[in-house]
């Protein structure tokens, strides 16, 4: 690991917070920093938390570095994410 974060002590299954807003997550599978798998679990037990979460794999990249490997695709997860997020926030409010 690059950085000293026991990540097996940060899970979020376990202590979930307590608001819990749609949340997108983009994770590199070579990702060296933060383990990939700890994303995948994550999303696996989203819904029994109750947390709404879109989890979208990236292949063969680094930390940091799922845009470079397809940019287009990249902010069309996050567009489309947030006009789905944002577009029920606003029906909601009315």
Do not use: C, Q
Request: charged share 25%.
């Amino acid at each position: 690991r690059r950085i000293a974060i026991d990540f097996d002590r940060f899970d979020l299954r376990r202590r979930p917070p307590a608001v819990r807003p749609p949340t997108l997550v983009l994770h590199s599978t070579e990702d060296t920093a933060v383990p990939v798998s700890a994303s995948r679990a994550l999303a696996a037990a989203a819904p029994s938390l109750g947390w709404t979460m879109r989890y979208v794999e990236v292949p063969d990249m680094e930390h940091t570095a799922a845009w470079n490997a397809d940019p287009v695709a990249y902010e069309e997860h996050v567009t489309t994410f947030l006009r789905e997020v944002l577009g029920a926030s606003l029906r909601a409010k009315h």
